[in-house]
């Protein structure tokens, strides 16, 4: 396998899309998500229309064992990763001390541990290599806490603060890795978690243009990107910094506050 890129939550969505950039670039692939169907169409799709070769790992990333068996599988079959892309996560909305516990703790196990442990596993061949991009999707979310879903905004805010102190560390040599944050995206997530009802889903950016800014911010080895928000929200990210903390909850939680 050649420039082979791993990609988490790869069955649809963001993941989806980035699988497509990647085969169109002449990359192979490893596509990892729990739904076996998604996959095996997806990776039939790819090697129909790129010719690549695409492998794929069933696997649930909210286990502990998971980021490490996929390593394991990965080296048994003796492949180098030249692009790690932490893309799988979920979010969900209600107020933090009536949701149910087990949603929230399987969030930031995938959100945070699942990240986490599989760049702690590929980043000493990265570097042993001196050479591979990682791309972490967080979110626009990750700016600021947000008050209907107090652990997702948190597990982001982990993930772009993680992404960013391991870039530092990097500095000097020819690894990189790459914070994406996306704002509402036309993906599953806005059904799954609730959010389609809201004002903060109302307008939606499309899969594919995030993760070809997502994609081409990792090739440049930059260390932020943000994507997918309209002019006006653009705006508010600006000046969010230097608003009374209090008047950015009020606004979030309005925004966040599903429609009936």
Same mark, same amino acid.
């Given at each position: 396998m050649k420039k082979v890129a791993l990609i988490t939550g790869a069955s649809t969505g963001i993941g989806r899309e980035l699988a497509w950039i990647h085969a169109e670039n002449g990359g192979d692939l490893i596509i990892v998500a729990r739904r076996k169907d998604k996959l095996e169409e997806l990776q039939k799709q790819l090697v129909s229309k790129y010719g690549v070769e695409v492998r794929i790992i069933?696997?649930?990333?909210?286990?502990?064992?998971?980021?490490?068996?996929? !390593?394991?599988?990965?080296?048994?079959?003796?492949?180098?990763?030249? !692009?790690?892309?932490?893309?799988?996560? #979920?979010?969900?909305?209600?107020? #933090?001390?009536?949701?149910?516990?087990?949603?929230?703790?399987?969030?930031?196990?995938?959100?945070?541990m699942a990240l986490t442990n599989l760049t702690r596993l590929f980043l000493p061949d990265f570097i042993k290599q001196n050479r591979g991009r990682i791309l972490n999707v967080s979110s626009t979310a990750s700016l600021i806490p947000g008050p209907l879903q107090a652990v997702y905004f948190a597990t982001k805010a982990y993930v772009s603060s993680l992404s960013n102190a391991i870039a530092e560390e990097l500095r000097g040599t020819k690894v990189t890795i790459t914070n994406l944050m996306?704002?509402?995206?036309?993906?599953e997530f806005g059904k799954l978690s609730g959010m389609e009802r809201t004002e903060a889903f109302k307008t939606t950016a499309s899969a594919n243009l995030v993760a070809l800014d997502g994609y081409n911010a990792m090739l440049k080895g930059k260390l932020d990107v943000i994507s997918g928000l309209t002019f006006s929200q653009k705006i508010l990210t600006a000046i969010l910094p230097f608003m009374p903390k209090k008047i950015v909850l009020k606004q979030i939680r309005k925004l966040q506050e599903t429609k009936k």
């Open positions: 069933v696997k649930d990333l909210g286990t502990a064992n998971a980021p490490q068996e996929i !390593y394991d599988e990965i080296k048994s079959n003796n492949i180098d990763i030249e !692009y790690l892309i932490n893309n799988a996560g #979920f979010g969900g909305i209600g107020k #933090f001390h009536e949701r149910e516990w087990q949603q929230d703790a399987a969030m930031i196990n995938l959100n945070i996306p704002g509402a995206t036309e993906t």
